[in-house]
T-cell receptor
């Protein structure tokens, strides 16, 4: 199956700064990627669907200007949290829609905004 | 809209005892159903999935799940739990195999020695 990496695995930043999270597919051409977030002790919530070469589709309630998604290649999608605030502290997970009815989960990025 | 309910937030089970985690879904068509496990501070690992065919699905780590359309359920079971099974378990439903997923709230499993 596909191997998915995320970088960084953990990040701490000050309030008001921007943070970029990378999601890489190491051995699979990912046409579609999903970005989820998971608040402490809660379930995963879909933020957006990212298709290579086109604009991401955001779920209701997710601010597209705050969570910038760029899926410029078949192996890389980035999520940028702009002007991060403490309430953005969460576990961000990318998922690649793969072949043979499979989804591949990244290991996640834990963001802490102080 | 699809939704997933995991009625049990916490379950405590003794090591060696059986485990059953409940999952109920709401979806208008034939769902694609998944169970994932998440250890503390870790990402999600797929335990098993159901798309069609045999309603009893075998997964990794000795887990199985049964799809019951009449009850809109997809409960996860394991005959004998190990201490390493202590984790959070998520049930999820999708409209298609490679499509976005809706997750249940999760069930945290604690294993007593």
């Amino acid at each position: 199956g596909a191997v998915v990496s995320q970088h960084p695995s953990r990040v701490i930043c000050k309030s008001g700064t921007s943070v970029k999270i990378e999601c890489r597919s190491l051995d699979f051409q990912a046409t579609t990627m999903f970005w989820y977030r998971q608040f402490p002790k809660q379930s995963l919530m879909l933020m957006a669907t990212s298709n290579e070469g086109s604009k991401a589709t955001y779920e209701q309630g997710v601010e597209k200007d705050k969570f910038l998604i760029n899926h410029a290649s078949l192996t890389l999608s980035t999520l940028t949290v702009t002007s991060a605030h403490p309430e953005d502290s969460s576990f961000y997970i990318c998922v690649i829609a793969g072949e043979q009815e499979t989804q591949y989960f990244g290991p996640g990025t834990r963001l802490l905004v102080l | 809209a699809q939704s997933v309910t995991q009625p049990d937030i916490h379950i405590t089970v003794s090591e060696g005892a059986s485990l059953e985690l409940r999952c109920n879904y709401s979806y208008g068509a034939t769902p694609y159903l998944f169970w994932y496990v998440q250890s503390p501070g870790q990402g999600l690992q797929l335990l098993l999935k159901y798309f069609s065919g045999d309603t009893l699905v075998q997964g990794i780590k000795g887990f199985e799940a049964e799809f019951k359309r009449s009850q809109s359920s997809f409960n996860l079971r394991k005959p004998s739990v190990h201490w390493s099974d202590a984790a959070e378990y998520f049930c999820a439903v999708g409209r298609a195999a490679g499509n976005k997923l809706t997750f249940g709230g999760g069930t945290r499993v604690l294993v007593k020695p």
